[in-house]
């Protein structure tokens, strides 16, 4: 199998490049509106949106900051095929402004926006990333009434393009072969995701030149994508993320045996995503012998309540919990070439050999 990985160094508010109704799966972290890191990024779109925050008129900039968000959007709902999904992972933010200290919901504007654009959307699962900082209280500490809440979450807003179900041939091997185990279902599509740990945001540069990358990233960890990617999608889908950052979701794809499609404004990220890709096969191994590992070891667990497992897996002799998961197949990346931001990698077949016994 080979999958190929596209960057395009451009804003995605144009995505011309792509074709209408030709992407599967869309998973992004935007700049968030009103974190204050990202207030240069949205001023360099819009001129007003500097004026107003020296105004500080924080509702206006608030508003404008989603309108440049929006134009994103719309071009989301024009190159996801009608059926496909897109996954938003939003913060909203807390700010002052002048005199007044609030609340800026970004998932509200977000998902207003998907609902505007004959999108359906759907169960979203609150990304739970708590802090022991003894000091993250806000206000004035232990005396009432003026304090405020901790944010400690964030949300991964899922939305339907069209008011239908993907359509898949029937029977389809790749399909089937996609599976993820009964227990990750049980896990994954669970409304709360608390076993994700947030990533260091600080980024370095180590080029000479004038694409100089931000001091900060709105990076996810890699398990966040890679969990998407395979709820979500099947092998040799097509996967975007219209704001790349560090090239998170391009890696999950290519873990995943994925195609995948990034667009960027700042291209000094490409270097940090080449050191990241130059571990992938080694990381590939990894996460697919944790996965089958933790499978066995619940099979083992699983066994000691139940008389009987019905079903073996084809392609690798174990057990598992329901006849949807006996072809279910993993892929190992073999080789990987570049050229002009595009990567054509090559995937075969993952061989596992059990360190736990089941019987």
Avoid at 37 to 56: C, G, H, P, T, Y
Wanted: aromatic share 12%.
């Amino acid at each position: 199998m080979k999958t190929n990985h596209t960057i395009f160094f451009k804003n995605s508010s144009d995505m011309s490049e792509l074709q209408s109704n030709s992407i599967d799966l869309m998973i992004t972290s935007p700049p968030y509106p009103m974190i204050e890191m990202w207030d240069s990024l949205f001023a360099s779109l819009n001129d007003d949106i500097k004026r107003v925050l020296e105004e500080d008129d924080g509702k206006r900039a608030y508003n404008l900051m989603h309108k440049e968000l929006d134009k994103v959007w719309s071009e989301v709902g024009r190159v996801l095929k009608f059926g496909g999904i897109a996954c938003v992972n939003i913060g909203d933010a807390t700010r002052r402004i002048g005199k007044n200290f609030q609340l800026y919901p970004n998932h509200v504007k977000v998902s207003a926006s998907f609902q505007g654009k004959d999108f359906i959307e759907l169960p979203y699962i609150l990304w739970r990333k708590p802090t022991n900082s003894p000091n993250k209280f806000l206000g004035s500490g232990m005396l009432p009434p003026n304090a405020y809440v901790t944010l400690e979450h964030e949300y991964i807003l899922i939305f339907r393009k069209g008011n239908i179900k993907r359509k898949l041939p029937p029977k389809s091997e790749n399909r089937y072969n996609s599976a993820f185990f009964w227990e990750e279902r049980n896990h994954w599509f669970s409304d709360v995701w608390e076993d994700i740990k947030g990533v260091s945001q600080n980024l370095v540069s180590n080029t000479n030149d004038n694409n100089q990358i931000r001091k900060r990233s709105a990076a996810f960890p890699l398990e966040l994508p890679y969990r998407l990617v395979n709820m979500f999608s099947l092998y040799e889908d097509k996967i975007l993320d219209p704001f790349w950052g560090t090239g998170t979701t391009s890696l999950a794809a290519m873990i995943s045996s994925r195609n995948s499609i990034g667009f960027e404004i700042n291209s000094g990220f490409m270097n940090v995503f080449r050191r990241n890709l130059s571990k992938i096969q080694q990381l590939n191994k990894e996460i697919n012998k944790r996965r089958l590992n933790q499978h066995l070891d619940f099979i083992i667990k699983y066994k000691k309540n139940t008389k009987n497992i019905k079903y073996t897996a084809n392609n690798y002799k174990f057990p598992v919990i329901t006849k949807q998961e006996v072809d279910i197949l993993f892929y190992i990346i073999k080789e990987c070439r570049e050229k002009e931001n595009k990567f054509t990698l090559d995937h075969q077949k993952f061989e596992f050999e059990s360190e736990v016994k089941t019987d």
